[in-house]
């Protein structure tokens, strides 16, 4: 065992003690004065806005005031997904089945968070923790470390006041490497990992029970019959938020041909300009077969300083949208690009907008989710039932939808299941039911065994004996 690996063997061994003493001296009370500490860690407003300010400066994307509205929506919606949740003792009884179920916790959580959202992932985990009764040990990217340590550090203070063990939320010491990853990974009860796929896969291969979520490469398609100011406006709005750090950003649009020329009107006033010039775009974006560093996550005007687009584009510009026809590996425009450049394309009607999109989606993104702006409710089923997508986001902004919002009933997370699509064991937003398990008493009932032909008389009628 190495120096470095032996910290991370002690921590675990702190946390697997604090959660014993957590769990045995529990109370739902207990887990949810815990959960509401580490929430208020972060909402607080004059915290928020630091712990927003040292992500900007320390990891170099994203903006402060959206990371700011991240925290404190993100955090705030959760806690009310949670409010009224049984997760301690006798959480149901059923008289028909004779089985009670008593919520237990997992124990001691592993997660690795991302640089693109090193407070609000993280504070997402940790109250998912201990609402559920578990000790957590985050391991953040090395860029997200001072912003976890800082959010940490403020968890604890909230801890100190309602006499709480800060053993219960921990972090991996100083700079993060491989080898301590894979300890944590290795020797911790569950795994929740959010960021690069290459954590994705050392996670499902640890040996340990993995949460691990896929990638992200929406795609929205815009029909016929929708309203193209309002989409045009809610594409804006989710593209630029935080500078597209979110894995649900927009990354490409499929317009049908009848209104395009509308909507590329409709998202000019909006503030996205057209650039034709593909391949000028892509020398830019991608100068040396890498993601420019001076476009990733950045600000419009130097996301338009990066692409040699200054005085090229209306003032105005918040995004740049690039026409394009190609799907795949040769065509790095189909895929994410983790910064306010949306790949546009031009379908003949609705069913060729939904292969163009099921294309992109098994080029990258499978499983994720995908968007509709129509009027055609049933539109939204045939996406749901030809793409390979665990979600179908409707008439609403993206970005902000995808991941739980005050007006949809999508749980609020940070950390999107994309199913047996995108490689994941899960399908659903990462959230609190995924961090507790369940003992089931199992009581004798009257006997429920039907005849052989109540099961078989319609199969029977159909096919013979």
Not at 106 to 117: F, L
Not at 244 to 255: D, F, I, P, Q, R
Not at 440 to 446: G, L, N, S
Request: charged letters at 20%; glycine letters at 8%; a negative charge.
């Amino acid at each position: 065992m190495s120096t470095e690996t032996d910290a991370v063997h002690a921590m675990i061994a702190r946390a697997r003690a604090a959660q014993v003493e957590y769990e045995t001296a529990g109370s739902q009370a207990r887990y949810d004065r815990a959960a509401a500490a580490a929430a208020w860690a972060i909402m607080e407003p004059a915290r928020n806005r630091a712990l927003a300010e040292l992500a900007v400066e320390t990891t170099g994307l994203g903006n402060v005031p959206d990371k700011i509205t991240k925290n404190h929506r993100k955090t705030l919606g959760l806690m009310r997904d949670i409010q009224n949740v049984p997760t301690y003792g006798i959480i149901s009884e059923d008289a028909d089945t004779g089985i009670t179920e008593i919520a237990r916790p997992i124990g001691v959580i592993g997660a690795v968070v991302p640089s693109t959202n090193p407070g609000a992932t993280p504070a997402n985990n940790v109250i998912n923790a201990l609402k559920c009764g578990n000790a957590i040990i985050l391991s953040p990217s090395p860029k997200g470390v001072p912003t976890c340590e800082r959010l940490l550090e403020y968890i604890h203070a909230e801890f100190a006041k309602i006499g709480e063990n800060p053993d219960l939320v921990q972090m991996i010491p100083g700079r993060g490497s491989k080898e301590k990853t894979q300890a944590l990974l290795e020797n911790t009860d569950t795994i929740v990992v959010t960021g690069s796929q290459n954590n994705v896969k050392r996670a499902y291969t640890s040996g340990t029970p993995a949460l691990a979520v896929g990638a992200g490469n929406v795609t929205v398609i815009v029909d016929e019959t929708a309203d193209l100011a309002q989409a045009a406006e809610k594409i804006r709005a989710s593209k630029t938020f935080d500078n597209a750090t979110s894995c649900s950003s927009e990354n490409a649009v499929v317009v049908v041909d009848a209104i395009y020329d509308a909507f590329v009107a409709a998202m000019a006033a909006a503030g996205g300009a057209l650039i034709r010039d593909e391949a000028r775009v892509v020398d830019m974006l991608w100068p040396d077969g890498h993601l420019s560093r001076n476009a990733i996550a950045q600000d419009a005007d130097k996301l338009l300083a990066a692409l040699g687009l200054q005085g090229e584009v209306p003032a105005s510009t918040e995004y740049v949208a690039v026409e394009t026809t190609g799907i795949g590996p040769d065509h790095p425009l189909s895929g994410e690009k983790l910064s306010r450049v949306l790949a546009l394309y031009r379908a003949r009607d609705f069913d060729h907008a939904v292969e163009v999109t099921r294309t992109i989606q098994l080029h990258l993104g499978a499983g994720h989710s995908v968007g509709l702006h129509s009027a055609e409710d049933s539109r939204a089923i045939t996406l749901g039932q030809a793409i390979p997508t665990s979600r179908v986001i409707v008439n609403q902004a993206h970005c902000f939808a995808t991941g739980g919002a005050f007006d949809n009933g999508m749980p609020f997370s940070l950390s999107m299941g994309c199913g047996s699509w995108g490689g994941n064991s899960i399908d659903d937003n990462l959230h609190w039911k995924h961090f507790m398990q369940t003992t089931k008493i199992v009581r004798p009932i009257a006997p429920r065994e039907p005849e052989v032909a109540d099961i078989f008389a319609g199969y029977w009628a159909e096919a013979g004996k």
